[in-house]
């Protein structure tokens, strides 16, 4: 408990990034209809699931040239 309460003002900047990024995935996804592979179905899911790394993964690799 005590190693926790130590990291946890670290924890905290990267969960507001993380949450914040996940939102601003799920946002571009509903609203944008090109995708470099996959489909919006694909992408929620693994924005969502994958919360750490699915909004960079998204950005990186299926957020579509066409936008």
Do not use: C, Q
């Not at 993964?57 to 040239?65: H, R, S, V």
């Amino acid at each position: 408990m005590d190693t926790l309460l130590r990291i946890l003002p670290l924890l905290i900047p990267v969960l507001i990034v993380d949450s914040a990024l996940a939102v601003a995935a799920v946002a571009h996804i509903l609203r944008h209809p090109y995708y470099h592979f996959g489909n919006k179905a694909l992408w929620l899911i693994i924005s969502t699931v994958l919360l750490l790394f699915g909004p960079i993964f998204y950005f990186i690799f299926g957020k579509g040239e066409n936008e």
